[in-house]
């Protein structure tokens, strides 16, 4: 039996609302809605628009931003839980961001995740924020996607590994369609159908847990 291992989004899905959308509304000006839109209908990449929209903001608001951030993000229910269940199931459980680590990680530090967190980086030595890609596409991928889910899926073959990822958007479309099971809710829930990707939907960490559960007792 192959072995499970679990790629989880972070924005929207261990939070309630995309943190990155969040902190435009609150923060950027106008075109940044423009940047957003050009995204969702691929127009252009995921990397440029999430570089040119945190092009927008200005350094000298760092705390304030953070700060907003973490006073507003919620976490979604049972994701304590859903991480409790993993370590007892020892099953590899891994972040895959598309978010920024000035927030994402702070928000994760308190629960014991047992893989890593991957995200994008910060810079904020100049007067906008720049934002720096360490886990880029890899020679299989040329999504130009940022923090780039399907090359990290990749480091685990399907041969020995079933590959189950956990997204709502469009940053995990190309993820998905790497992975055994998806488990989707919104955006990514519509694409799953479309493209009759093996899928179950969910809405609370609760769900994703009785998911698991059914697939350990063989009975989906």
Avoid at 106 to 133: A, H, Q, R, V
Wanted: glycine fraction near 6%; charged fraction near 25%.
């Amino acid at each position: 039996m192959k072995k499970p291992v679990i790629f989880c989004d972070f924005d929207g899905t261990i939070t309630k609302k995309d943190n990155i959308v969040m902190l435009m509304k609150q923060f950027a000006p106008p075109e940044w809605d423009e940047l957003k839109d050009k995204v969702l209908s691929q127009e252009i990449s995921i990397q440029q628009g999430v570089g040119k929209m945190f092009s927008l903001l200005p350094t000298s608001k760092k705390q304030e931003i953070t700060n907003y951030v973490l006073e507003h993000a919620e976490i979604r229910e049972g994701f304590e839980e859903f991480v409790a269940y993993t370590n007892k199931q020892s099953i590899p459980l891994y972040i895959v961001s598309g978010g920024i680590d000035f927030f994402v990680k702070p928000m994760l530090e308190s629960f014991e995740i047992n893989g890593n967190i991957y995200c994008n980086e910060s810079d904020f030595t100049g007067e906008k924020i720049k934002i720096i890609w360490p886990h880029s596409c890899d020679e299989h991928c040329d999504n130009d996607c940022g923090c780039c889910k399907p090359s990290i899926i990749r480091q685990f073959d399907s041969e020995n590994y079933e590959r189950i990822v956990i997204g709502d958007s469009i940053t995990d479309l190309a993820g998905a369609k790497l992975a055994d099971h998806v488990l989707a809710r919104e955006f990514l829930l519509e694409k799953c159908q479309s493209l009759n990707l093996p899928h179950t939907s969910f809405e609370t960490f609760f769900d994703v847990i009785a998911y698991l559960e059914k697939r350990k007792a063989g009975v989906l």
